[in-house]
């Protein structure tokens, strides 16, 4: 292949744009703030579930309270039935009168201990509304960060777009200087060696695969025409011959 040596100097101009623009593809992608807004996305979602279980812990307690506390008062209804019966003179026999006082112990045991069971979950319902409040002032909290976090990501990627825009406009006007030929095998290239198709020769040493030439190559690079398009013999990329290639 045959291109003039200044169209094969641009391929060093294309090698380093599509070098930065690799780094900044890389950086877009390597973003913290990208890291952070994952952690803070998987943190919420805990933290939703545990409002949610949260949630449900109280609505029980809740149902268990009220029907505890109904207990209570049906007890309650009952010692009041009986004790009105003992007040008020209405039990003539020793043996019901006997019967009736000791119904009316065991209901105030009994009254007792659903009064226990009460503040048993009153204190649990207290517990479960304080996890439920930590969760939430978490939530809020996390809310806060992902919205500052992505605010700096989008000013980084804007950032990062910017110059990435630039770039790819130098690219492409550099790239409408070089033979379609010649362009086409750079960018072949580039696909396969890890996105640099072309590199110079400096002081003997091919700087895309930093191995130095052997005579014989070198030899034959300075036999070649300053048109020829040239090709390393290890890596295969387009050597771009320069001042620098001690030739």
């Known amino acids: 292949m045959k291109a003039s040596p200044e169209a094969q100097l641009r391929l060093l101009e294309l090698a380093d744009l599509d070098t ?15 890291a952070e807004l994952e952690r803070l996305t998987a943190r919420a979602a805990q933290v939703r579930d545990e409002i949610t279980q949260a949630d449900t812990q109280l609505s029980d307690l ?3 309270q009220a029907r ?7 007890v309650l209804v009952r010692i009041g039935r009986d ?3 003992l007040d008020g003179g209405k039990v003539s026999s020793a043996r019901e009168l006997e019967s009736l006082q000791s ?4 209901l105030r045991r009994r009254q007792s201990d659903l009064e226990e069971v009460v503040l048993e979950l009153m204190e649990r319902r207290e517990g479960a509304q304080a996890a439920r409040d930590s969760a939430a002032a978490e939530q809020a909290g996390a809310a806060q960060e ?7 990501r989008d000013t980084a990627l804007a950032e990062i ?4 825009g630039k770039a790819a406009a130098t690219r492409a006007s550099v790239a409408g200087g070089v033979p379609g030929e010649l362009l086409a095998l750079y960018d072949k290239l580039r696909d396969t060696h890890g996105g640099i198709g072309a590199a110079m020769l400096r002081r003997g040493r091919c700087e895309g695969c930093h191995v130095s ?9 300075r036999a070649a025409a300053p048109d020829e398009v040239v090709r390393c013999e290890e890596c295969r990329r387009i050597l771009v011959r320069t001042a620098e290639s001690g030739l």
């Not at 030439?213 to 690079?221: F, G, P, R």
């Open 213 to 221: 030439l052997s005579t014989l190559d070198l030899n034959a690079l």
């Open 68 to 74: 505890a506390e109904r207990d209570v008062e049906q």
């Open 62 to 64: 809740d149902r268990e």
């Open 161 to 164: 777009d910017e110059q990435a």
């Open 20 to 34: 930065e623009l690799a780094r900044l593809d890389h950086r877009r992608r390597a973003l913290p703030e990208i």
């Open 103 to 106: 119904e009316v112990a065991s």
């Open 146 to 152: 992902s919205a500052a976090a992505t605010a700096r």
């Open 83 to 85: 004790q009105d019966r």
